[in-house]
Structures are given as C-alpha cells and as structure tokens.
C-alpha cells in the first residue's frame, strides 16, 4: 500500500502565509489521485476542507485553498487565525483504496 | 439537520467480532459513497474501507483485508462494519464518513477496544 507523506509539524504566525505538501512514495501527485484536505482539531471529528485538489467545502473559508505544486498536493493557508490552529491530514485515491497522510500539526504563533 | 451517528463500539477479547452501525439522517443518504476512518487516540487518521453508493463496490486497507466487511442498507439509511478477528492493534475510534461531490458529512466516532 502507498505511503503518504506530509511534514509533522509547521508554525505560522497570525496573518501570515504558510504550505503543507503532500507527497506520494508511488510518484508525483496528480489530480488522478484525488486529493482531499481535512481539519481536525483536538477532541473532534475530522472535516473536510478541499476536495479533489482545490474545491472548497461550503463552511472552508477563503483563506484555504488547494493546488498541485512540484509533484505534492498543496494546501496553503493565507492570513492565519488562532482558529486555524489544528491538524491538517491529505487523503489519496489509488484506484479505490484510500490512503491518509500522517497528519500536520499546525501551529499559529 | 444532518446527522451520522456511530454506535457498536465497546470492549471485546483478541479474536472477538464486533459490528458497527452508522445511521444517516438529514442528507440523501444513497447517493452518498460511505468510508470508515479510524483513530488511535493521539494519532492519524487511518482510512479504513468505503463502499459505493449501491453496495456494489468495496474497498479494504490491506491491514483488516480479510477480517472486516463494509456494508450497507440504503432503505435504513444505514452503513455497517463488521468486524471479526478483532486484534489489540484494531483499537481505535472508528469514524464513518460520506462523500458526494463536494459535499461530506462526518460522525462523532465510536471507540473500540480490544484488549484481554
């Protein structure tokens, strides 16, 4: 089974802008794989923030938004809240069996 | 209001089974592809199995192949998993979660322990 990766932890400061990446051990990630992006926050169920590379969810706010970039799915935050502070998980399709990445543990400080 | 409510978790023996249930509410819940996730607590999420919409099609993560089934009863607007061959390292919170187009919809989780 493929192994998703993705950094364990990232720091950015309130407003600020900051990337976490998503890489596939099988190759580049494309939009073949359809890569999702969920939210979770301690002591609560995960939710979805992008769909299928870059399609936001009706409660994602604009600040979110998803891309392909140097052969990762991308999820970049511009303007950080405090809210946003949580872990971040991507999630991979290799034809019909799902993979999660290990998770990103946001920092805003 | 839309709502998916786990229920069967509980504490079972190395070997056991267990199934658990899912109940839709709110939502059209056919058109929905449905996954079960998993949660060790303090770790990752780890993607369990899906089913399609019409129970047709399923899929396993290779580390409960063989011991889990995922099915569905689209007229109880329910979702299942059951679960056999229950080992310690199956302990987790199971979440189940929907998928269609860009809309989801996900539970609060149900805890399973197994354990001697």
């Known amino acids: 089974q493929a192994v998703v990766t993705q950094e364990p932890s990232l720091t950015v400061s309130p407003g600020g802008t900051v990337t976490l990446t998503c890489a596939s051990s099988t190759g580049a990630v494309t939009s073949g794989l359809y890569p999702y992006w969920f939210q979770q926050r301690p002591g609560q169920a995960p939710r979805t923030l992008l769909y299928?590379?870059?399609n936001r969810d009706s409660w994602t706010p604009a600040r979110f938004s998803g891309s392909l970039l140097g052969g990762k799915a991308a999820l970049t935050l511009s303007g950080a809240q405090p809210e946003d502070e949580a872990e971040y998980y991507c999630f991979l399709s290799y034809a019909g069996t799902w993979v999660f990445g290990g998770g990103t543990k946001l920092t805003v400080l | 209001e839309v709502q998916l409510l786990e229920s069967g978790g509980g504490l079972v023996q190395p070997g056991g089974s267990l199934r658990l249930s899912c109940a839709a509410s709110?939502?059209?819940?056919?058109?929905?592809?449905m996954h079960w996730v998993r949660q060790v607590p303090g770790k990752g999420l780890v993607w369990v199995s899906r089913i399609n919409r019409d129970g047709s099609s399923t899929t396993y993560a290779d580390s409960v192949k063989g011991r889990f089934t995922i099915s569905r009863d689209n007229a109880k607007n329910t979702v299942y998993l059951q679960m056999n061959g229950l080992r310690v390292e199956d302990t987790a919170m199971y979440f189940c979660a929907g998928f269609y187009g860009t809309t989801s919809f996900w539970g609060q989780g149900t805890l399973v322990s197994v354990a001697s």
């Open positions: 299928e590379t870059n």
């Open positions: 709110g939502f059209t819940f056919s058109n929905y592809w």
